[in-house]
């Protein structure tokens, strides 16, 4: 994620994400002017009787303009949804590790190892909504905290919490009351994990998706034979910056309709994850 100064106008006029966008278009743009440019020599130079009107792209451009407009608003929802759902994990993970601390003696051993498995819960979770998590990572987690060498690591993190809870309660470590409350603690952290895999998994519909590229597509295909007898030359920079403009907000979309991925404009969940694992062992002592 980009950290920026939103009063900063010079900056964000020629950030490099600018950059990044235009070469992520730079071959529809270089197809679109060629395209648009053939169009404009064969009109114009050839002379040919044809009488050209905007009111049809006037219109088709407003409805197309109220499908962008709903598409990006449905995955800045995600996106935000998302933001929130780690927020959860950074209050969750702080309650917790507070209730630890003050439920469990200080000279207990198994305090470091509770701090340990809260704090690669955030880590282990962020690599699992990206393309799961990394061999690597995952042998040594499972070797570090000594757990189950489940597929599912977050999983397998919150099944050995659970464990050592119920441990506690056996050896009366902790009263039922206190187990009761952690009980609650340690769902809350699963049903963040479940929340965030509903967001991951279930994209925007197919169809919507193909058909706002489909439009967008004959919007500009069609754009051409609009402004050619008016507008001579002038349409091929014209149609290219509108390509621009309409394939940018799209891309935004794109991106961010899957907020846990390592786009420019993803979610912090690493600086997320190294903070919440700082809280927890500042927490922990």
């Not at 994990?89 to 198994?110: C, G, I, Q, Y």
């Not at 056996?170 to 009980?183: A, G």
Request: aromatic residues 14%.
């Amino acid at each position: 994620m980009v950290e920026y100064n939103p009063k900063s106008w010079l900056n964000l006029l020629f950030h490099s994400y600018s950059r990044y966008v235009f070469r992520r278009l730079l071959p529809a743009l270089i197809y679109v002017t060629v395209y648009t440019s053939l169009i404009t020599y064969v009109f114009y130079e050839l002379n040919i009787d044809f009488v050209s009107t905007t009111s049809v792209h006037s219109i088709l451009g407003i409805v197309l303009g109220f499908f962008l407009v709903f598409r990006t608003n449905g995955a800045y929802d995600r996106w935000w949804e998302g933001r929130k759902v780690w927020g959860e994990l950074v209050n969750e993970t702080r309650n917790m590790a507070l209730k630890f601390s003050v439920m469990v003696p200080l000279d207990h051993p198994m305090r470091v190892y509770i701090t340990e498995c809260i704090s690669a819960y955030p880590t282990a979770l962020k690599e699992h909504l990206r393309e799961g998590v990394p061999t690597d990572m995952a042998k040594e987690m499972v070797e570090k905290l000594k757990m189950d060498d489940l597929y599912h690591i977050p999983n397998a993190i919150a099944k050995k919490l659970f464990t050592i809870t119920n441990q506690f309660k056996k050896e009366n470590t902790i009263d039922p009351e206190q187990y009761r409350v952690l009980d609650e603690q340690l769902t809350a952290l699963t049903n963040i994990t479940g929340k965030c895999e509903r967001i991951r998994n279930t994209p925007i519909p197919y169809s919507y998706s193909m058909f706002m590229k489909k439009f967008i597509f004959t919007f500009i295909a069609t754009l051409p034979f609009a402004f050619v007898t008016v507008y001579h030359y002038w349409t091929i920079l014209i149609v290219v910056l509108i390509l621009y403009i309409l394939m940018s907000i799209e891309l935004l979309a794109e991106e961010i309709e899957d907020p846990f991925g390592s786009d420019i404009n993803d979610l912090p969940t690493d600086m997320l994850a190294v903070k919440i694992g700082k809280n927890v062992s500042e927490i922990m002592g």
